[in-house]
């Protein structure tokens, strides 16, 4: 059972252009979300968070959105470069497990010159 | 080094032998996470430890698995008779506090992950 979906397993956006990156969650005591970047044979780098009790994040080129009501939230990355492709990894964390991150299986960002 | 490392970074072993994967965490980061990462997924959490404590082992597969953090700092995860389904990337985190990595200011920080392959 997933609790922390990402359906699409990759995206090609053109340099300059909006990525948009989505994530799915269905467990209703997470409460803290992240997103987290990896390079091939690196480990995942933190890159913005958010809390439920706000519904928008903003830190440079990347803002995160939550949408409580539908369990969903996103990442923004505008203007897209060519250093920004990568794996991006959608992690959650509850209050009944407050240190456990649970994490989708990742979407792969391509940004094409 | 200023970020958490782990060696080796790549093992191979036979299906059998006994390994061991370190984690060095950034310096005077309380919380330890240990993770399982299988190809094309998102890593699965093992254990955390807050300081020397191990707070929560649910995530370890079977007995064959064993962490440890004896001083609160480096740690090592140990698996026992190695078969084949242990194959993966291990992955270590740390965080400064105590909460695991919870708020804004403290996510956890990850290694650059022990690549495991059993023959």
């Known amino acids: 059972d997933q609790q922390v979906k990402q359906n699409s397993p990759s995206l090609s956006v053109q340099e300059g252009r909006i990525s948009i990156l989505n994530c799915d969650y269905t467990?209703?005591?997470?409460?803290?979300f992240l997103w987290y970047k990896k390079y091939p044979a690196e480990g995942p780098t933190f890159l913005i968070s958010?809390?439920?009790i706000k519904d928008k994040n903003e830190d440079g080129r990347f803002t995160v959105f939550l949408n409580k009501s539908a369990k969903h939230l996103s990442l923004h990355i505008v203007p897209s470069q060519p250093g920004d492709s990568a794996v991006y990894f959608c992690?959650?964390?509850?209050?009944?497990?407050?240190?456990?991150?649970?994490w989708g299986a990742g979407t792969k960002l391509i940004i094409k010159p | 080094g200023a970020g958490v490392s782990q060696s080796p970074r790549y093992k191979v072993a036979k299906r059998g032998q006994d390994v061991a994967l370190r984690c060095d965490p950034i310096?005077?980061?309380?919380?330890l996470f240990w993770y399982q990462q299988a190809l094309g997924q998102g890593p699965e959490f093992l254990t955390y430890?807050?300081?020397?404590?191990?707070?929560?082992k649910s995530g370890l597969p079977s007995d064959r698995f064993f962490a440890e953090r004896p001083e609160g700092s480096v740690s090592t995860l140990k698996i026992q008779r190695t078969q084949q389904e242990d194959s993966a990337v291990y992955l270590c985190?740390?965080?400064?506090?105590?909460?695991?990595?919870?708020?804004?200011?403290?996510?956890?920080?990850f290694g650059d992950g022990t690549r495991l392959s059993i023959l």
């Open positions: 985190a740390s965080s400064w506090g105590g909460t695991g990595g919870r708020g804004s200011n403290q996510p956890q920080h």
């Open positions: 310096s005077g980061h309380v919380s």
């Open positions: 430890f807050q300081n020397e404590a191990q707070l929560d």
């Open positions: 467990n209703s005591m997470f409460d803290y």
């Open positions: 958010i809390s439920s």
């Open positions: 992690a959650a964390s509850g209050v009944d497990s407050n240190y456990q991150l649970i």
